[in-house]
């Protein structure tokens, strides 16, 4: 495929809330962190790190601190994105960015995802503690992570599509 197209077969799949029980061997997670990590960030601080997140208790837990993080619990696994607590303003933009890689990569491995923000505070504070966390990182996201099951039926609370072109983009003519 034409590596535009690859690009936008992957970015335009919907997340995925819904999950079969197949389980996401470790290897997989290991390879979607291995391309993750390669995102660029400022400074190249890297101010990430991944826990990823197999065993139901935990999952059913993770899936109670946001108030639409309740996929997290029928997942097969999440991975919890920690970002430094490092007070630049640039860190959650790098968390953004390393996100994306990793819904990527498990996108052409032929998985579904779904981010989840774990909120308000008191929310993060558990998770870290949960997962043990060391000082000085936070987990404010997770992604759940899976093989894609039946869609959710129903009226969604969110608008599904994305603006168009002219709408996005004012192309500057001084
Ligand atoms: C920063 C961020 C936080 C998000 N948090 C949640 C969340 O807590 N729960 C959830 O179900 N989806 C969450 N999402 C997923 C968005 O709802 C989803 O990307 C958006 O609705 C577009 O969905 P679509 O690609 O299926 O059209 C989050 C996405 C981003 C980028």
């Known amino acids: 495929m034409e590596a535009l197209e690859l690009i936008r077969s992957l970015t335009a799949r919907p997340a995925v809330r819904s999950f079969t029980d197949r389980a996401v061997p470790s290897e997989m ?23 990823a997140v197999q065993d139901r208790a935990h999952l ?4 109670t601190l946001g108030a639409y993080a309740q996929h997290i619990a029928s997942a097969p696994c999440a991975l919890v994105l920690l970002s430094a607590d490092n007070g630049f303003q640039d860190t959650e933009f790098d968390l953004g960015k390393v996100s994306q890689s990793a819904i990527l990569a498990a996108t052409a491995l032929g998985l579904g995802s779904c981010l989840a923000t774990i909120y308000p505070d008191d929310n993060v504070a558990q998770a870290a503690r949960l997962l043990q966390v060391e000082p000085g990182w936070l987990p404010h996201h997770a992604i759940s992570i899976g093989y894609p099951g039946t869609p959710m039926t129903g009226s969604r609370a969110i608008v599904s599509g994305r603006l168009p072109v002219e709408k996005l983009l004012s192309i500057h003519r001084p």
């Not at 962190?33 to 991944?50: E, H, K, L, M, V």
């Open 60 to 63: 059913e837990k993770l899936g």
């Open 29 to 51: 997670l290991a390879q979607i962190a291995d391309i993750a990590r390669w995102t660029g960030s400022a400074r190249n601080r890297q101010p990430w790190r991944f826990i």
